[in-house]
């Protein structure tokens, strides 16, 4: 506890990847009170014109669940 699914654009390295979850894995680990040990990662990688999908499941699709919105919309 606790996991954590990413899901962002296809595209970038394996090292920018690993990066980022190490980021987040700390943050998380730091924010709530746990060992960094406690902390997975999941990192999906979504197809640019399959992202739609994402944004309405993920995002607009489950509102009450979002603590960060995006800037933007699928209208952008």
Known sequence: MPHI???????RTHDELQSA??????????ALNVKL???SIKIEEIDKENWS??????????PEKLYVK???TMDD
């Open 5 to 11: 699914t990413l899901k962002c654009y296809k595209g």
């Open 21 to 30: 979850a190490d980021i987040i894995a700390a943050a998380a680990a730091e």
């Open 37 to 39: 040990s406690s902390v």
């Open 53 to 62: 999908k994402v944004y309405k499941e993920d995002i607009y699709g489950e």
């Open 70 to 72: 995006p800037g933007y």
